[in-house]
């Protein structure tokens, strides 16, 4: 059964995503771009029959106004963790930055940033 305390929201779902990305990245290393490492990851999500939506157009919004851009994650899965996937040297402020305000623009609780660009799989798990 899946905790429901803020800290560990969605723990199972986001352990489980990672096992996957960990999977992906044991199999292809580093050095692809991004578009590589997103259909692999898909596939092994598929495998663990996940739902997921995959660069789907959300709504931002700024008070009433809805912006005319649309944000596109690479990943949400089962509608509760956005997934944002980089194939970087190494994650920044920057990145962390583009997650959390995606999680507040969409008002999704849980996010996952990953990157594939390094030796070992670099995770970041964020909530608000």
């Known amino acids: 059964m899946e905790e429901t305390t803020e800290k560990w929201l969605y723990k199972d779902l986001t352990r489980d995503i990672i096992g996957a990305a960990m999977e992906v990245h044991r199999e292809l290393g580093s050095g692809f771009l991004e578009y590589v490492y997103e259909e692999a990851l898909c596939y092994e ?12 157009e959300l709504d931002i919004y700024y008070k009433d106004l809805l912006i005319s851009r649309k944000y596109k994650p690479d990943l949400i899965v089962e509608n509760k963790v956005i997934i944002e ?12 930055a583009q997650l959390l305000n995606y999680l507040k623009a969409t008002k999704m609780r849980v996010g996952l940033l990953l990157n594939f660009g390094k030796k070992s799989l670099e995770v970041k798990r964020r909530i608000l």
């Open 45 to 56: 999500l598929k495998l663990k029959e996940f739902y997921f939506d995959r660069q789907k």
């Open 85 to 96: 996937m980089k194939a970087t040297s190494g994650l920044t402020g920057i990145e962390e």
